[in-house]
């Protein structure tokens, strides 16, 4: 032991091992998580706000005459079935 390192009465000094650093990285990551979740949760938030817009664009889009076409004649197919 040199001079700069007294070891208390009863104990003796401890060196940090491998199980520190779990013990210090474990609670980092608590810390980290809530940040990490927050983060998260604002991607999410973002996804769908730009989901909702493209939606809302996709819907207010005319429909295509070729499609309207399409559905006249199934709606006549149907007609003359019933």
Known sequence: M???QKEPRG???RK????DMIEH?????????PAAL????LRQQAIGVRLRQMFDEVVSEPVPEEFLAILRQADKKTAEND
């Open 38 to 41: 927050d983060e998260a949760r």
């Open 2 to 4: 040199t001079g700069d």
């Open 25 to 33: 990285s474990a609670s980092e990551d608590r810390r980290r998580a």
């Open 11 to 13: 104990q003796a000094l």
């Open 16 to 19: 940090p091992g491998a199980g």
